[in-house]
């Protein structure tokens, strides 16, 4: 079974600046199935990246992801102060779900 | 755009069954997509459930899959959730979900449902 790791577990920064966000896997995953997501308090998660690179439909370019083997890493650059929120990542393999523990990126 | 609405008792006693009904607009739920359940404990993380085919094709979390039934109604055009043996632990948001390709891309907009006496 893939377990996901995210750190930090809380990330604080201001906003402009650049958020950069780990999800390291237990073991070799494929990139193809790998996704970010944010969720903000009393809401759904909203996917970002799926691919581990690839923009969902509507997210901004300051949202970028990057990654391959176990070690992936989400990148918001010239944070905005709507960006602060949860963010999980997700993989999928043999027919089931595997969330990170999320990362909190607050003021 | 998919639309998903989850419903159901807000409170369930423990040992008891946990039911939920996902209600999917602007969409059959026969097109060719999968629909997942997904739940989040209060201050924690996601966990994912198991998801169900139009065909009835269930996929579980092996963590779950003991207690846990998904089940289709084509002509409601919505989708639900069984959780047997409840306890405290299971006290969570319930999100449903949809995607087409492998990743969750719609999300309904969650439920609580707390396990208590």
């Known amino acids: 079974e893939i377990v996901l790791t995210q750190s930090p577990g809380t990330l604080s920064l201001s906003p402009g600046e650049r958020a950069t966000l780990s999800c390291r896997a237990s073991?070799?995953?494929?990139?193809?199935?790998l996704a970010w997501y944010q969720q903000k308090p009393g809401q759904a998660p909203r996917l970002l990246i799926y691919?581990?690179?690839t923009r969902a439909t509507g997210i901004p370019d300051r949202f970028s992801g990057r990654g391959s083997g176990t070690d992936f890493t989400l990148t918001i650059n010239t944070l905005e102060p709507e960006d602060f929120a949860v963010y999980h990542c997700?993989?999928?393999?043999?027919?089931?779900?595997?969330f990170g523990q999320g990362t909190k990126l607050e003021i | 755009q998919v639309q998903l609405q989850e419903s159901g008792p807000g409170l369930v006693k423990p040992s008891g069954t946990l039911s939920l009904t996902c209600a999917v607009s602007?969409?059959?739920?026969?097109?060719?997509?999968?629909w997942s359940w997904v739940r989040q404990p209060p201050g924690k993380g996601l966990e994912w459930i198991g998801e169900?085919?139009?065909?009835?094709?269930?996929n579980y979390n092996p963590s779950l899959k003991s207690r846990v039934s998904i089940s289709i109604d084509e002509s409601m055009n919505h989708f639900s959730l069984e959780l047997t043996s409840v306890t405290a632990a299971d006290t969570a948001v319930y999100f449903c979900?949809?995607?087409?390709?492998?990743?969750?891309?719609?999300w309904g907009q969650g439920t609580l449902v707390t396990v208590s006496s």
């Open positions: 979900a949809g995607r087409s390709a492998w990743m969750l891309e719609y």
């Open positions: 602007n969409d059959s739920i026969s097109s060719r997509k999968w």
């Open positions: 169900i085919y139009h065909s009835g094709s269930t």
């Open positions: 073991q070799t995953i494929s990139f193809i199935y």
């Open positions: 691919g581990a690179a």
């Open positions: 997700l993989h999928y393999g043999g027919s089931m779900y595997t």
